[in-house]
């Protein structure tokens, strides 16, 4: 099986801790979809989420993974924020690619919420160990974000 990983699950080695099989395929483009911070989250803040878009240069970037089918329910369980959707990506070699991505449903998605800044830091971070587009990254660091008004949690998350 193969997922199209975005946000944190682009991380491999942390996803091989719960889905040992996991190896990257290569960074892929998903035309068609959007990337921003604006999953409703339990904390006040907004997390990553994939939408569909008709917008003509729409494209989110992240990472194909390939796992074994049978370790699926190690990471995926039925959500009321996400439907298990299957993609066409393209590898940055041209290769075009079957997965399944977590495309976040319309009633989860809240506009008017912004992620914490240790939490996009922590996403762009992960986004240059993994090697994905310049022009990708500076557009990440550009989207709007506020600052954690727990001290204690934006200190212990930025250090991370």
Known sequence: MVLFAYASNMNVDEFAKTV?????????KLPGYRFSFNLTADDGSS???????????????????EFNDDELDNFFFQDEWFD????????????????????TRPHAINDF????????????????E???????????S?????????ERRRARRMNR
Request: net charge neutral; with cysteine; charged share 20%.
């Open 20 to 28: 040992p099989s996991a190896k990257k395929i290569c960074n892929a």
């Open 47 to 65: 997390k990553a989420s994939l939408v569909p878009s008709t917008e003509m240069d729409a494209a989110a970037w992240g990472v194909l993974i």
């Open 113 to 128: 919420t912004l992620p914490y800044d240790w939490y996009q830091a922590k996403i762009i971070k992960i986004a240059k």
């Open 84 to 103: 298990w959707t299957q993609v066409h990506c393209m590898c940055a070699s041209g290769e075009i690619c079957k997965a399944h991505a977590f495309v």
């Open 130 to 140: 993994q090697g994905l587009p310049e022009e990708y990254i500076t557009a990440l």
């Open 142 to 150: 550009l989207m709007p974000h506020k600052v954690d008004p727990d």
